[in-house]
């Protein structure tokens, strides 16, 4: 399964297409996002996928991209 996740950051933040992020990895506290590339990831999700943070951030205590893909399908 293609995930919704890694193909929004690759089209944002060209600097991760040879990147590999770890499915796992908290995309945070690891520092592969600052705020302002999360800000920007939000609301990418938001528009495109209807992401509603709130409802994430009662769901889930981290950004990963497992969590993030589960939380959109």
Same mark, same amino acid.
């Given at each position: ?7 929004? @950051?690759?089209? #944002?933040?060209?600097?991760?297409? =040879? $990147?590999?992020?770890?499915?796992? %990895?908290?995309?945070? +506290? *690891? ?6 590339? @999360?800000?920007? #990831?939000?609301?990418?999700?938001? =528009? $495109?996928?209807?992401?509603?943070? %709130?409802?994430?951030? +009662? *769901? ?14």
């Amino acid at each position: 399964m293609k995930s919704k996740t890694q193909d929004a @950051l690759k089209k #944002l933040f060209p600097r991760f297409k =040879k $990147k590999t992020i770890k499915p796992k %990895d908290d995309l945070v +506290k *690891k520092a592969i996002l600052d705020s302002m590339d @999360l800000v920007t #990831l939000v609301t990418m999700l938001s =528009k $495109k996928y209807e992401f509603d943070i %709130d409802k994430y951030q +009662k *769901k889930h205590k981290n950004f990963t991209i497992d969590n993030l893909d589960s939380f959109l399908n």
